[in-house]
């Protein structure tokens, strides 16, 4: 009989003492691993609790700076913003997108002014300008890809103007990875990065976040865009193509119903992976620890660990304040 088994081999010896449990733990969190998403929206001295997501507000951007502040001394090296914009400044061709003083490009302005160091990434997607709700420009009922790409590469551009460090575009539309990278060296913006959604699926898990932005589709779904929760293979096929196409960081999203996807994708590019611990997945944790059946900070811990584990580089995630808190204690 091998000395490896049982009763020679116990494995709870490695298990006996805080101690040793750190000394054999194989992954663990640091701030570093963090991007908190942000909410601006217009107006000052303003915040609104977004009702799905406790905890999680919309900030108009002076209160957003002090936000970011806060975020900054916290350790956390970047942040993911979001722009909530007003109905009547929406369209079907998202025009207001490309606003050189829109509220995102004003908002990157304003912090990279205050915070030079922190990594600004901006959301490049149309839904939230779009009357359609969709992220690209409609015709009859279809969601054109060609069209949308061009304009999501023009945002991107926009963006970077603007100072943003990463481009991350959430929208899943073919081919706009090479067009943006192509717009954004072609106007000088070199070292713009582009962090590409490039395994986001039609999830049930963004409802908290629609309501945040206002940006729930008018119309049908995002199927035809956004991909098939029983897909591995294409979401590889994904990944690969936008670290082809350009991609300097490649994304799955969300995250914990989808950590073999990440273990998938992590395998297959050699580019850092991130994962997006979406509205949803923030929004179950917080609704059950409301109600006493589950203690938040572990289970947010352990959600954070299982993203490591499945071989996440960067996590997206509206716990990063909180988790980061729990890190320095
Ligand atoms: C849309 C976008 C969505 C999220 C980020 N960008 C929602 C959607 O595709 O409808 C979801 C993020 C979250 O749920 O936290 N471009």
Do not use: C
Not at 109 to 125: G, N
Not at 130 to 151: C, K, P, R, T
Not at 159 to 180: N, V
Not at 194 to 220: H, N
């Amino acid at each position: 009989m091998s000395h490896s088994q049982f009763p020679y081999s116990r494995p709870r010896r490695l298990r006996a003492s805080e101690n040793i449990r750190r000394m054999v733990s194989e992954h663990s969190l640091s701030a570093n691993d963090f991007i908190a998403p942000l909410f601006v929206m217009e107006g000052e001295k303003g915040k609104e609790e977004i009702t799905s997501m406790p905890g999680q507000f919309r900030f108009t951007l002076d209160l957003l700076l002090k936000e970011i502040d806060e975020i900054q001394s916290l350790g956390i090296p970047s942040v993911l913003l979001f722009a909530k914009v007003p109905d009547d400044k929406k369209d079907n061709k998202g025009t207001e997108a490309l606003n050189p003083d829109g509220l995102m490009q004003v908002a990157v302005r304003a912090i990279k002014k205050e915070f030079p160091d922190l990594v600004v990434m901006t959301d490049v997607a149309m839904d939230p300008y779009s009357s359609y709700g969709h992220d690209g420009i409609v015709e009859d009922g279809q969601i054109l890809n060609d069209e949308s790409a061009e304009l999501l590469a023009k945002m991107a551009v926009s963006h970077a103007e603007a100072g943003a460090d990463f481009a991350a575009p959430s929208d899943m539309m073919d081919g706009r990875i090479m067009l943006m990278r192509e717009a954004l060296d072609e106007m000088g913006y070199h070292n713009t990065g582009i962090m590409a959604y490039s395994a986001k699926y039609a999830s049930s898990y963004y409802g908290p976040f629609r309501d945040a932005l206002d940006s729930a589709p008018g119309f049908g779904d995002k199927k035809t865009y956004q991909m098939d929760p029983s897909n591995v293979t294409e979401a590889v096929k994904e990944a690969i193509s936008d670290e082809q196409e350009g991609a300097d960081i490649v994304m799955v999203k969300p995250g914990l119903p989808y950590l073999d996807v990440v273990r998938a994708v992590k395998e297959s590019v050699h580019v850092p992976v991130s994962v997006y611990n979406v509205s949803g997945e923030y929004a179950m944790i917080k609704a059950a620890a409301e109600k006493g059946w589950l203690n938040e900070e572990q289970a947010m811990m352990e959600a954070l660990i299982a993203f490591k584990r499945a071989g996440a580089d960067l996590i997206a995630t509206y716990f990063a304040k909180d988790a980061a808190r729990f890190l320095r204690s």
